[in-house]
């Protein structure tokens, strides 16, 4: 008898992992997270169950029950960790590791596991996590639950992604070794031009009529002379020196220069976070436009399929919010290589003759 399999997918957000994953041809039967503005978005799009739930206190009764009916259970998820991130390393000398809530998600991630014992297991998160003992905790718990664990520092710009993200892409199987897919595999290389270069142009502050996610904000007279002044892959350098702020005049300023800046067209963009709508914040510059990105061109760097429904009502659209789900999910495509990675790896220990998916392995 083949075994079904079904995925529940932790951290959930709008769906970025789910929807790589059924792209793969796994079906995810429900996403969890405790963000209620995500609901709209993940069930719309991937037509999943949102279940709205603090992970640290939802049961793993209750976890179990939805994979009901599985033959082969996958846990997956990102726990939320960008305050752990490269950018945030100041703070990492700072907070309490033990004690921090958002740190412990993951405490969380690793007793679901013991509970449910799922068949396989995938977790995505910042490369730097692999340096602290949470993340070894994590590593251990699982091997001593007899799980067969790798995990690999990717740059998805060398999966064919069109953005350099570097994340930490954990997987692990009591089926036997299981490894994410080679880079190697992924021969297209893809660039900011393949990803946004056939948009309509807009200007700061404006809305493309057909396409309400087509939006960007509106920029300040004074950083509108400074994009002006821009060149792609240039810094605040490039600027008059009326234009800098006081702090880029001091010698401590000189090292700034990640931020002010124009993306280039023919390269893959910078990492999408949740503030790559405002132009000082990286280098979310339009290549040629004097404007910062839009929540689309946010949306499809991050491989969003172009039709993702974001919001319910186009009348009412916070950037801020719709800029938050799109920066903290994971890029669609790397959850399709995850899906495929695991799909690959059932038909490897299982036979594809043995496991039912909706793609062919």
């Not at 037509?47 to 009916?69: M, R, T």
């Not at 939006?215 to 007279?221: M, N, S, T, V």
Request: charged letters at 30%; aromatic letters at 10%.
């Amino acid at each position: 008898m083949s075994q079904s399999i079904k995925v529940v997918d932790l951290f959930c957000g709008v769906g970025g992992l789910t929807c790589g994953l059924q792209k793969a041809g796994l079906e995810v039967v429900a996403g969890i997270d405790n963000d209620p503005s995500c609901k709209f978005a993940y069930e719309k799009n991937n037509g999943s169950k949102f279940v709205e739930a603090d992970i640290s206190q939802f049961s793993s009764q209750d976890l179990d029950a939805l994979f009901e009916g599985a033959g082969i259970k996958v846990l997956v998820g990102c726990a939320p960790c960008q305050r752990f991130s490269k950018q945030a390393k100041k703070y990492l000398q700072t907070f309490d590791h033990k004690t921090d809530k958002r740190w412990n998600l993951l405490r969380s991630f690793s007793q679901y596991i013991e509970d449910t014992q799922p068949t396989i297991v995938s977790m995505e998160n910042v490369p730097e996590l692999c340096k602290y003992d949470v993340f070894n905790d994590f590593y251990n718990k699982l091997a001593e639950l007899g799980y067969r664990v790798s995990y690999k520092i990717v740059d998805c710009s060398k999966y064919g992604l069109p953005q350099r993200r570097r994340r930490l892409v954990l997987l692990a199987s009591k089926l036997g070794e299981i490894k994410l897919l080679d880079e190697s595999e992924f021969k297209k290389k893809r660039t900011v031009r393949d990803a946004i270069g056939s948009l309509p142009k807009i200007k700061d502050g404006e809305c493309d009529k057909k396409d309400p996610l087509h939006k960007c904000a509106k920029l300040a007279d004074i950083n509108k002379k400074r994009i002006q002044q821009s060149k792609p892959g240039g810094t605040w350098k490039d600027w008059d020196e009326s234009l800098l702020p006081e702090c880029y005049k001091k010698e401590t300023g000189s090292s700034y220069t990640s931020v002010y800046g124009r993306m280039e067209w023919d390269k893959p963009s910078p990492t999408v976070t949740t503030q790559f709508f405002v132009y000082g914040t990286g280098r979310y510059g339009h290549p040629e436009q004097d404007r910062a990105l839009s929540l689309r061109e946010g949306a499809m760097l991050q491989t969003f399929p172009k039709d993702y429904q974001f919001f319910e009502n186009p009348d009412i659209i916070s950037i801020g919010t719709i800029a938050r789900h799109i920066g903290n999910a994971v890029p669609v495509d790397l959850g399709e290589i995850i899906g495929k990675s695991i799909i690959r790896h059932l038909g490897e220990y299982l036979g594809t003759r043995k496991t039912k998916v909706r793609a062919k392995i």
